[in-house]
Protein backbone atom coordinates (compact mmCIF):
# COMPACT_ATOMS: atom_id res chain seq x y z
CA UNK A 1 0.00 0.00 0.00
CA UNK A 2 0.77 3.55 -0.37
CA UNK A 3 1.76 3.69 4.19
CA UNK A 4 4.02 0.62 3.61
CA UNK A 5 6.00 1.97 1.08
CA UNK A 6 6.10 5.72 2.40
CA UNK A 7 9.74 6.93 3.65
CA UNK A 8 9.75 7.17 7.12
CA UNK A 9 10.93 10.68 8.23
CA UNK A 10 14.51 11.04 9.79
CA UNK A 11 14.34 12.77 13.40
CA UNK A 12 15.50 16.03 14.54
CA UNK A 13 18.04 15.41 17.37
CA UNK A 14 19.53 18.87 18.76
CA UNK A 15 22.45 18.84 21.23
CA UNK A 16 22.10 22.07 23.71
CA UNK A 17 24.67 23.22 26.96
CA UNK A 18 27.07 25.58 27.71
CA UNK A 19 30.43 26.19 26.00
CA UNK A 20 32.66 23.72 25.92
CA UNK A 21 30.06 21.03 27.39
CA UNK A 22 31.29 18.56 24.34
CA UNK A 23 28.39 19.14 21.91
CA UNK A 24 30.50 19.28 18.99
CA UNK A 25 32.64 16.54 20.02
CA UNK A 26 29.20 14.19 20.62
CA UNK A 27 27.46 15.30 17.62
CA UNK A 28 30.62 14.14 15.17
CA UNK A 29 31.18 10.95 16.65
CA UNK A 30 26.97 10.23 16.77
CA UNK A 31 26.96 10.78 12.99
CA UNK A 32 29.82 8.21 12.19
CA UNK A 33 27.98 5.86 14.97
CA UNK A 34 24.94 6.21 13.27
CA UNK A 35 26.54 5.69 9.84
CA UNK A 36 28.51 2.84 10.89
CA UNK A 37 24.87 1.13 11.96
CA UNK A 38 23.68 1.86 8.61
CA UNK A 39 21.28 4.66 9.95
CA UNK A 40 21.54 7.85 7.35
CA UNK A 41 22.49 11.12 9.52
CA UNK A 42 23.73 14.39 8.71
CA UNK A 43 25.84 16.97 10.90
CA UNK A 44 24.55 20.68 10.86
CA UNK A 45 25.94 22.93 13.44
CA UNK A 46 24.27 26.90 14.23
CA UNK A 47 25.17 29.09 13.77
CA UNK A 48 26.14 28.12 10.37
CA UNK A 49 29.40 30.45 9.91
CA UNK A 50 28.71 29.75 5.56
CA UNK A 51 26.19 31.93 5.20
CA UNK A 52 25.41 35.67 4.47
CA UNK A 53 24.22 35.94 7.77
CA UNK A 54 26.43 33.12 9.37
CA UNK A 55 29.68 35.56 8.21
CA UNK A 56 28.10 38.67 10.19
CA UNK A 57 27.35 36.55 12.68
CA UNK A 58 31.16 34.82 12.85
CA UNK A 59 32.59 38.51 12.85
CA UNK A 60 30.49 39.77 16.07
CA UNK A 61 31.57 35.99 17.88
CA UNK A 62 34.69 36.49 17.45
CA UNK A 63 35.72 40.30 17.67
CA UNK A 64 34.23 41.23 21.21
CA UNK A 65 34.57 45.15 20.16
CA UNK A 66 32.02 44.56 17.77
CA UNK A 67 29.09 46.68 18.73
CA UNK A 68 25.70 45.53 17.21
CA UNK A 69 22.49 46.39 19.15
CA UNK A 70 21.40 43.13 21.12
CA UNK A 71 17.56 42.58 19.44
CA UNK A 72 19.24 43.15 15.88
CA UNK A 73 21.84 40.23 16.58
CA UNK A 74 19.04 38.18 18.10
CA UNK A 75 17.51 38.37 14.73
CA UNK A 76 20.30 37.69 12.75
CA UNK A 77 21.05 34.36 14.54
CA UNK A 78 17.03 33.08 13.81
CA UNK A 79 17.34 34.18 10.56
CA UNK A 80 20.52 31.78 10.01
CA UNK A 81 18.26 28.81 11.07
CA UNK A 82 15.33 30.10 8.82
CA UNK A 83 17.90 30.18 5.98
CA UNK A 84 18.41 26.34 6.45
CA UNK A 85 14.81 25.21 7.18
CA UNK A 86 14.23 24.19 3.71
CA UNK A 87 17.39 21.97 3.40
CA UNK A 88 16.72 20.46 6.82
CA UNK A 89 12.60 19.55 5.98
CA UNK A 90 13.98 17.83 2.98
CA UNK A 91 16.55 15.90 4.74
CA UNK A 92 13.94 15.01 7.12
CA UNK A 93 11.26 14.01 4.48
CA UNK A 94 14.05 11.93 2.78
CA UNK A 95 14.60 9.74 5.93
CA UNK A 96 18.02 10.95 6.63
CA UNK A 97 18.50 11.81 10.56
CA UNK A 98 19.70 15.26 11.71
CA UNK A 99 22.26 15.71 14.13
CA UNK A 100 22.39 19.14 14.96
CA UNK A 101 24.56 21.16 17.57
CA UNK A 102 22.97 24.21 18.82
CA UNK A 103 19.74 25.73 17.45
CA UNK A 104 16.83 27.70 18.68
CA UNK A 105 17.34 27.02 22.68
CA UNK A 106 20.88 28.79 22.37
CA UNK A 107 19.51 31.74 20.41
CA UNK A 108 17.17 32.01 23.30
CA UNK A 109 19.66 31.39 26.28
CA UNK A 110 22.49 33.24 25.24
CA UNK A 111 20.14 36.59 24.26
CA UNK A 112 17.67 36.60 27.39
CA UNK A 113 21.25 36.27 29.59
CA UNK A 114 21.89 39.52 28.62
CA UNK A 115 20.66 42.72 30.15
CA UNK A 116 17.28 44.71 28.99
CA UNK A 117 16.52 41.37 26.59
CA UNK A 118 12.98 39.84 27.54
CA UNK A 119 12.88 35.75 27.17
CA UNK A 120 9.35 35.92 25.90
CA UNK A 121 10.62 38.44 22.95
CA UNK A 122 13.64 36.28 22.30
CA UNK A 123 11.12 33.04 21.75
CA UNK A 124 8.71 34.49 18.86
CA UNK A 125 11.81 34.63 15.78
CA UNK A 126 11.62 30.66 16.80
CA UNK A 127 7.86 29.79 15.76
CA UNK A 128 7.18 28.43 13.01
CA UNK A 129 10.70 26.50 12.69
CA UNK A 130 10.78 22.51 13.28
CA UNK A 131 11.00 21.31 16.56
CA UNK A 132 13.66 18.91 17.53
CA UNK A 133 12.46 15.50 18.51
CA UNK A 134 14.58 15.05 20.95
CA UNK A 135 17.18 17.71 22.56
CA UNK A 136 20.37 16.20 24.72
CA UNK A 137 21.41 18.42 26.85
CA UNK A 138 24.89 18.25 27.95
CA UNK A 139 25.00 18.53 31.35
CA UNK A 140 28.86 19.34 33.20
CA UNK A 141 29.75 22.21 35.93
CA UNK A 142 31.38 24.97 35.44
CA UNK A 143 34.80 24.40 37.42
CA UNK A 144 35.19 21.36 35.01
CA UNK A 145 34.08 23.44 32.01
CA UNK A 146 36.81 25.82 32.34
CA UNK A 147 39.43 23.34 32.44
CA UNK A 148 38.85 22.23 29.18
CA UNK A 149 41.04 23.34 25.98
CA UNK A 150 40.23 27.02 24.56
CA UNK A 151 38.09 27.98 27.15
CA UNK A 152 37.93 32.18 26.64
CA UNK A 153 38.36 32.88 23.77
CA UNK A 154 35.06 34.29 21.93
CA UNK A 155 32.57 36.90 23.03
CA UNK A 156 30.16 34.57 25.50
CA UNK A 157 33.52 32.26 27.15
CA UNK A 158 33.59 33.92 31.00
CA UNK A 159 32.15 32.72 33.92
CA UNK A 160 29.17 35.29 34.41
CA UNK A 161 27.95 35.26 31.52
CA UNK A 162 27.62 31.55 31.14
CA UNK A 163 26.21 31.06 34.58
CA UNK A 164 23.06 33.26 33.70
CA UNK A 165 23.13 31.20 30.17
CA UNK A 166 22.70 28.02 32.31
CA UNK A 167 19.71 29.72 34.28
CA UNK A 168 17.90 30.19 31.19
CA UNK A 169 18.73 27.17 29.68
CA UNK A 170 16.97 25.21 33.33
CA UNK A 171 14.17 27.37 32.48
CA UNK A 172 14.26 26.24 28.77
CA UNK A 173 14.36 22.40 30.20
CA UNK A 174 11.23 23.20 32.53
CA UNK A 175 9.30 24.24 29.78
CA UNK A 176 9.71 21.93 27.08
CA UNK A 177 9.00 17.90 27.61
CA UNK A 178 11.64 17.64 24.74
CA UNK A 179 14.36 18.03 26.81
CA UNK A 180 16.34 15.18 28.26
CA UNK A 181 19.58 15.82 30.50
CA UNK A 182 23.02 14.02 30.09
CA UNK A 183 25.71 13.73 32.24
CA UNK A 184 28.82 14.51 30.21
CA UNK A 185 31.06 14.94 33.52
CA UNK A 186 32.21 11.59 31.91
CA UNK A 187 34.50 10.36 29.60
CA UNK A 188 33.65 10.96 25.57
CA UNK A 189 33.18 7.35 24.79
CA UNK A 190 30.69 7.11 28.20
CA UNK A 191 28.80 9.78 27.04
CA UNK A 192 28.70 8.83 23.48
CA UNK A 193 26.82 5.53 24.42
CA UNK A 194 24.10 7.01 26.50
CA UNK A 195 23.67 9.65 23.23
CA UNK A 196 23.62 6.84 20.93
CA UNK A 197 21.19 4.85 22.86
CA UNK A 198 18.51 7.93 22.99
CA UNK A 199 19.28 9.39 19.49
CA UNK A 200 18.22 5.16 18.04
CA UNK A 201 15.27 5.30 20.53
CA UNK A 202 13.90 8.41 19.28
CA UNK A 203 14.40 7.81 15.70
CA UNK A 204 12.35 4.58 16.30
CA UNK A 205 9.66 6.60 18.06
CA UNK A 206 8.88 9.12 15.61
CA UNK A 207 9.39 7.53 12.47
CA UNK A 208 5.63 7.52 11.86
CA UNK A 209 4.64 10.70 13.38
CA UNK A 210 4.43 14.20 11.64
CA UNK A 211 7.11 16.79 12.20
CA UNK A 212 6.15 19.26 14.49
CA UNK A 213 6.93 23.16 14.36
CA UNK A 214 7.92 25.43 17.95
N1 LIG B 1 24.93 31.45 20.01
C1 LIG B 1 24.63 30.38 19.23
C2 LIG B 1 24.01 32.50 20.19
O1 LIG B 1 24.27 33.47 20.90
N2 LIG B 1 22.80 32.42 19.54
C3 LIG B 1 22.45 31.36 18.73
O2 LIG B 1 21.34 31.33 18.16
C4 LIG B 1 23.42 30.28 18.58
C5 LIG B 1 23.08 29.11 17.69
C6 LIG B 1 29.15 30.02 19.27
C7 LIG B 1 28.45 30.94 20.21
O3 LIG B 1 27.24 31.39 19.64
C8 LIG B 1 26.26 31.53 20.65
C9 LIG B 1 26.59 30.45 21.61
C10 LIG B 1 28.10 30.35 21.56
O4 LIG B 1 28.67 31.19 22.55
P1 LIG B 1 29.47 27.50 18.74
O5 LIG B 1 30.04 27.79 17.40
O6 LIG B 1 28.62 26.29 18.88
O7 LIG B 1 28.60 28.74 19.25
O8 LIG B 1 30.59 27.44 19.85
P2 LIG B 1 31.91 26.60 19.85
O9 LIG B 1 32.90 27.52 20.49
O10 LIG B 1 32.23 25.96 18.56
O11 LIG B 1 31.54 25.35 20.73
P3 LIG B 1 31.35 25.26 22.27
O12 LIG B 1 32.20 26.23 22.98
O13 LIG B 1 29.90 25.35 22.57
O14 LIG B 1 31.92 23.83 22.64
P4 LIG B 1 31.25 22.37 22.54
O15 LIG B 1 30.91 22.06 21.15
O16 LIG B 1 30.19 22.21 23.58
O17 LIG B 1 32.48 21.47 23.05
P5 LIG B 1 33.55 20.64 22.19
O18 LIG B 1 32.98 19.37 21.76
O19 LIG B 1 34.14 21.54 21.18
O20 LIG B 1 34.58 20.32 23.37
C11 LIG B 1 35.33 21.36 23.99
C12 LIG B 1 36.66 20.78 24.50
O21 LIG B 1 36.42 19.85 25.55
C13 LIG B 1 36.90 18.56 25.22
C14 LIG B 1 37.08 18.54 23.71
O22 LIG B 1 38.06 17.65 23.29
C15 LIG B 1 37.43 20.00 23.41
O23 LIG B 1 38.79 20.21 23.57
N3 LIG B 1 35.91 17.57 25.69
C16 LIG B 1 36.05 16.80 26.78
N4 LIG B 1 37.03 16.74 27.71
C17 LIG B 1 36.83 15.85 28.73
N5 LIG B 1 35.74 15.04 28.86
C18 LIG B 1 34.75 15.07 27.96
N6 LIG B 1 33.66 14.27 28.10
C19 LIG B 1 34.88 16.00 26.87
N7 LIG B 1 34.08 16.30 25.81
C20 LIG B 1 34.72 17.26 25.10
NA1 LIG C 1 30.89 23.54 19.36
Redesign the pocket.
Known sequence: SAIMGRIKRGALIVFE?V????????CKKLVESLKKQNVKAHFM???DRTTSTGKLIDEY?RNKDCKVNDHAMHLL??ANRWENVDKMKAFLNDGITLIV???SY??IA??AAKKNMEIDWCKQPENGLPKPDKVLF?MVNQEEIML???FGN????NREIQKKVFEVYQQLFKENDNFESID?A???ED?QVEVLKKTLETIKSVENLPLSTL
Open positions: GDRSGKSTQAFPLFSDRYSGYSLRPDERYESRSIV
